[in-house]
C-alpha cells in the first residue's frame, strides 16, 4: 500500500531514539518520549487550501521538526507513520 497525502498535507515516519552509553551500548529509547524529528516519505500537491495559495517547501527524504501534538498517526503494513499539515513542520534539519 501507498499513501499519498492530499492538498498540504506531508507523510512523515519519525525517526528512532537511541542513545549510546560510554562503552558504545546502543540503548533504544523505549522509556522515552518519542523525537519531534521525521523522515518526509510523501508531500501532498499543495494549491490552493482553505482559500490561500500554498507552495510546498519541503521534499521527499528531508529531515524535519515538526510540533509536538500535530499530526495523525496512522499504521500500514507494520509502519507507523504521521500525517502533518506542512504549517506543522517547524524546521527542516540539515548538515
Known sequence: MKLTPLGDRVVLKQLVAEETTKSGIVLPGQGKEKPQQAEVIA?????????????????????????????????????????VRQNDILAVVTD
Open 43 to 83: 508531500v501532498g500537491p499543495g494549491g490552493v487550501v482553505d482559500g490561500k495559495e500554498v507552495k510546498m517547501e519541503v521534499k521527499v527524504g528531508d529531515q524535519v521538526i515538526f510540533s509536538k501534538y500535530s499530526g495523525t498517526e496512522v499504521k500500514l503494513d507494520e509502519d507507523e507513520y504521521i500525517i
